[in-house]
């Protein structure tokens, strides 16, 4: 006889009886706003306009939103159906569909963690920048002093005051790639305070988190409309959306191409 897969109210919440209900969110707004932070975020902010600047504007953008259709939308619609439908983590769906599946959730669980070091990263030269704009003037917009006082850093007048504070003053990098060079104080703190905030978002699981999302998921969409504003009122705004909307044909290394906008797809939707 033909098994029937009971509906989704008459599953259990777990395979061993007796155990706890799995935490909810308080409501669909929390549901919502948690899916759209995780939809929208650095990757997609950071490098969208600048593979639209490299690859021709609207040359990137019209292959991107195709396959923002044919993949980003199939993977996540999956995503989301499997995780209400089962009601398990990541590697747990997976072994409930098949056990031969479950390294699929293992490397999910690995590649999350590898990207929230790698965000984090970022979120930290963020932090940083934030604690350094409370100067006037920002210690970015002009070149330090010499040793003597009698002029500007050398090194700094030969590139720029933003380049300079970046690699010199941020990263402190060394000459060599082979000297390790020593830890940066003030990026441990930023680092730490990174986490530090991720743990108190979590710390109550879905409680905590249902309410942070009320912030995190919000202020940058209020930062990228000031964003927005400020960029338009810039001379020659107009000729940067008419690059943006133009596709440029003349546009080199196509199979590159492709993996960019197939990737950044994954990005969108797939962005942690």
Request: glycine share 8%; charged share 10%; net charge neutral.
């Amino acid at each position: 006889s033909t098994r029937l897969i009971p509906p989704p109210g008459d599953m259990p919440l777990s395979k061993n009886p007796g155990t706890e209900e799995r935490p909810k969110w308080d409501n669909k707004v929390q549901y919502l706003l948690t899916c759209i932070g995780f939809a929208v975020g650095i990757g997609n902010v950071w490098r969208f306009p600048y593979l639209c600047q490299i690859y021709g504007g609207g040359a990137f953008l019209i292959p991107y939103l195709i396959a923002l259709v044919f993949e980003g939308l199939p993977l996540l619609y999956l995503e989301l159906a499997i995780g209400q439908r089962l009601r398990m983590g990541s590697i747990g769906v997976w072994n409930g569909i098949s056990p031969v599946l479950g390294g699929v959730g293992i490397a999910s669980m690995v590649v999350s963690f590898l990207v929230s070091l790698f965000y984090n990263t970022i979120i930290a030269w963020v932090l940083w920048y934030f604690f350094n704009s409370f100067q006037n003037p920002l210690p970015w917009s002009q070149c330090p002093l010499n040793a003597n006082q009698t002029g500007y850093s050398s090194e700094c007048e030969k590139s720029t005051s933003v380049n300079y504070f970046w690699y010199r003053e941020t990263l402190n990098l060394t000459e060599d790639i082979e000297i390790s060079g020593s830890l940066q104080w003030w990026m441990v703190i930023s680092l730490a305070t990174a986490w530090l905030v991720i743990y108190i978002c979590f710390i109550r699981g879905l409680d905590s988190m249902g309410k942070a999302v009320y912030v995190t998921a919000t202020f940058p969409y209020l930062v990228l409309t000031i964003f927005l504003i400020r960029a338009l009122t810039l001379p020659g705004a107009t000729d940067g959306l008419v690059y943006l909307f133009t596709p440029d044909v003349s546009i080199k290394h196509p199979i590159k191409l492709r993996s960019r906008y197939w990737t950044s797809a994954l990005f969108l939707f797939l962005d942690f």
